[in-house]
């Protein structure tokens, strides 16, 4: 059994084991505000459309400023930058607490607070992520990495659940008010770290001093592009997340081809998180894994196929707009749909890694800029090419097609960068 759960040696850092606790912690409650958010706006407007918007009030200044707040990361205090941008998150927290208290009732101030909300995180996201190689051993980091992919995937299965529930038991105050409270556990981790100032390379200029702007992002970029196993971290998942990401197909499927509606939708989404969330925590073999690159082509290669399972399952329930739920069709989809969450999980876990591992200190934060990025915004861009293919083929098979489709590209990658098959965790090299 130690070999099967998750390795927790990491925690037996105290600074690490506080910030753990913080972010799961208030994780949790950054997901039940999600919910809350969303629920408040289609409460006021009943539109799905204004709901959506949402997403693009969060992803705009996250996909703008993630690249800058790595930069920023990267030439000052990460503590330091940490702690500034979680407090700036704490404030839109209560902003949005204090608007449902006051009763403001305006769709206009939750997008401009969801808008501030993505900003802030955009800068505290690569901070916290770059924060983790200075408080692990580099053998560590696996396993740290797993720990965190655990507490992120409980927060994302739980979180919902208990804003749905405060939101219903009594309205949006309660669910804001409780995010505040939870999200003192993070402040409180990040306050107890030492002083992280980046570690600079000989001859360069004293941190601070250095200009924080367009070239600093520039040369995260072009670093980036000179380093092919980190290249190909990006380039592996997005091949996954543009092309095979099933979850936009969700909701039509709940009523066109399986039945169940909302609950079905709900139960194949929550079927992902859970098997993420049993990967990781039964990731205690994950630890001493050298072959890195090779587990992620492997992961990913599982994802498509499970997805491709997923398609196979619609076609054979057929689209015909079942009055009462397909129970066969619905358990297999489940399990499918667990089984690339899983997969997921584990690609997660080594990608963030490699890219901890084989990047030096001064270009962590700009590298975890653009992971931001990669992660808030290939999910999306998946949402619009398997949306459209669905449109234009039916569900069953876009999902076919893109974890086809996934498959391929995979292939090809891996094929023309063998050095990424090679990559051993024990020698990391970008």
Same mark, same amino acid.
């Given at each position: ?41 289609? $409460?006021?407007?009943? $539109? ?80 916290? $992520? ?170 990913? $290669? ?129």
């Amino acid at each position: 059994m130690p070999r099967l759960l998750a390795d927790t040696a990491p925690l037996r850092v105290p600074a690490f084991r506080r910030l753990w606790w913080g972010l799961g912690i208030s994780n949790l409650g950054t997901q039940l505000t999600a919910v809350a958010v969303g629920l408040e706006v289609y $409460s006021l407007t009943g $539109s799905t459309l204004a709901v959506g918007i949402l997403g693009i009030c969060a992803l705009v200044p996250l996909v703008v400023l993630g690249l800058y707040g790595g930069a920023l990361v990267d030439h000052f205090d990460r503590r330091k930058v940490a702690l500034i941008a979680s407090t700036a998150l704490l404030v839109v927290t209560a902003l949005l607490a204090a608007q449902a208290w006051a009763g403001v009732d305006s769709v206009g101030v939750l997008y401009a607070l969801v808008a501030m909300q993505s900003a802030a995180s955009a800068v505290n996201n690569p901070a916290r $992520s770059a924060i983790i190689p200075r408080l692990v051993p580099p053998t560590q980091l696996a396993a740290a990495n797993a720990l965190q992919t655990l507490a992120w995937n409980v927060a994302l299965t739980g979180g919902p659940l208990l804003g749905a529930a405060l939101v219903a038991w009594h309205g949006y105050e309660v669910a804001y008010t409780l995010d505040m409270v939870l999200f003192v556990a993070s402040l409180y981790a990040l306050w107890r770290l030492p002083d992280l100032p980046p570690e600079t390379p000989d001859g360069a200029a004293p941190v601070g001093r250095r200009g924080v702007g367009l070239s600093s992002v520039l040369d995260g970029l072009r670093y980036l592009g000179t380093r092919p196993n980190l290249r190909m971290t990006f380039l592996l998942d997005l091949s996954a997340m543009v092309l095979a990401m099933p979850r936009v197909l969700f909701p039509a499927v709940g009523v066109l081809w399986i039945g169940g509606g909302e609950a079905t939708t709900g139960a194949l989404t929550a079927a992902i998180a859970v098997g993420a969330v049993l990967a990781s925590g039964l990731s205690g073999g994950l630890s001493a894994v050298r072959a890195q690159g090779k587990v992620i082509v492997g992961a990913i $290669s599982a994802f498509a196929v499970a997805v491709i399972g997923f398609g196979v399952v619609l076609l054979l329930a057929g689209e015909t707009a079942p009055d009462t739920v397909v129970v066969w069709a619905l358990v297999a989809a489940i399990v499918v749909l667990a089984v690339a969450g899983a997969a997921d999980s584990v690609s997660s876990i080594f990608r963030q890694t490699i890219l901890q591992a084989a990047t030096p200190d001064a270009m962590r934060g700009r590298l975890q800029g653009v992971f931001v990025v990669v992660v808030a915004g290939g999910p999306r861009l998946g949402d619009v090419v398997v949306g459209a293919q669905a449109s234009w083929l039916g569900e069953g098979a876009a999902a076919v097609i893109g974890g086809c489709l996934c498959l391929l590209v995979v292939a090809a990658l891996a094929v023309t960068q063998r050095r990424f098959l090679a990559y051993d965790g024990a020698n990391p090299t970008a």
